[in-house]
């Protein structure tokens, strides 16, 4: 049985995952932590702070000068030696073990913060290969993919290998599966078990190998502490929920065109829909009406404005149905 320090103690932080669309971007709210991008982050008060999510809210706005709005509580994380050394010295005692609570946000104007270490950074910065609109990055995937799968095949045990392969195979869409968006998370986690990410030959305190290192910089720039798979779990979240629940309309202004919500949707999904498909889908949904009004679009056709239809999604009936979200095709990285 492994001795407990008496003087040790668990530091509760809050980490913040704050989620914008912008110009067709998918942006995440930052930190700049030395080198590294970090999530808002503090250490919960409870002498202050009655609930998380008041302290999270309080947090956010003395780090970034942005007032919340839609929050949901994401995951606990709590693996030892997430945090730095020094980190754990700032935030406590040298045996003390932060947990964190990760919490998903979503801004529909994202706003320039006051806060001069605070900046929006498009999340695909941190995760190139879960970007397929507009260019193919199965050549970044074809240069690490064959490591990832030399790692599986090292498994301890053929069990192990078989599982390590069925893992590869799932999150990558590989073999006779399908690629899913919401996987991120997965997918990540394999390359940090791989070493095919900074933050694991970081956290172990190693020099990645000279065939490893050249690698790296094509599975996305590294993140303070575990902060990137905080993302990567907030990113999994929101992507499942689209198809569940209308929380796409909480990254939208209070009008948009069809085809500034459509470009909203692909820029979270990380895949093109087709334009009429789309449209017919959300048009049917009853999730949106017309509005009398046009956007201004230049030397272009006017294209009519929409907005929430609040009183559909008011409804008893429409509470009660099960898919209450957008229907959206799956992609196989054709």
Same mark, same amino acid.
């Given at each position: ?78 693996? /030892? &030696?997430? %945090? #730095? =050394? ?6 406590? @005692?040298?045996?003390? !073990? ?54 599986? /095949? &090292?498994? %301890? #045990? =053929? ?6 392969? @069925?893992?590869?195979? !799932? ?71 689209? !198809? ?91």
């Amino acid at each position: 049985m492994a001795k407990i320090t008496p003087s040790a103690t668990v530091v509760i932080g809050l980490n913040a995952v704050l989620v914008a669309v912008k110009e067709a971007r998918p942006l995440v709210l930052c930190i700049k932590r030395g080198d590294d991008w970090a999530l808002p982050y503090g250490r919960f008060n409870p002498a202050r702070h009655r609930t998380f999510e008041i302290g999270l809210r309080d947090l956010v706005e003395q780090q970034t000068r942005l007032s919340l709005g839609f929050v949901e509580q994401l995951y606990t994380f709590g693996d /030892k &030696g997430r %945090e #730095s =050394p020094s980190a754990v010295i700032a935030e406590g @005692g040298h045996d003390d !073990r932060i947990i964190s609570v990760g919490y998903l946000g979503l801004i529909p104007s994202p706003q320039a913060p006051s806060e001069p270490k605070a900046a929006w950074r498009n999340w695909y910065e941190f995760f190139p290969y879960e970007d397929w609109i507009g260019h193919d990055p199965r050549a970044a995937c074809a240069a690490f993919l064959p490591p990832l799968q030399k790692w599986a /095949k &090292g498994g %301890e #045990s =053929p069990a192990n290998i078989t599982e390590r392969m @069925g893992r590869v195979q !799932r999150a990558f869409g590989l073999a006779h599966n399908r690629w899913e968006e919401e996987r991120c998370l997965q997918r990540y986690e394999l390359l940090y078990e791989a070493g095919l990410v900074q933050e694991s030959w970081r956290d172990s305190g190693k020099r990645p190998p000279t065939q490893i290192e050249g690698l790296l910089g094509l599975t996305g720039r590294s993140m303070a502490s575990d902060h990137r798979r905080i993302v990567a779990t907030a990113i999994g979240r929101l992507r499942g929920k689209l !198809r569940y629940r209308p929380v796409i309309f909480d990254l939208m202004a209070g009008e948009f065109t069809l085809l500034e919500l459509q470009r909203t949707v692909e820029a979270i999904i990380g895949f093109p829909l087709h334009k009429q498909n789309f449209r017919r889908g959300i048009e049917n949904s009853g999730l949106v009406e017309k509005t009398d009004r046009v956007a201004n679009a230049g030397s272009g056709r006017p294209a009519a404005l929409f907005t929430l239809n609040r009183s559909a999604t008011e409804r008893e009936d429409f509470r009660d149905r099960s898919i209450q979200g957008l229907t959206l095709p799956r992609w196989r990285g054709e």
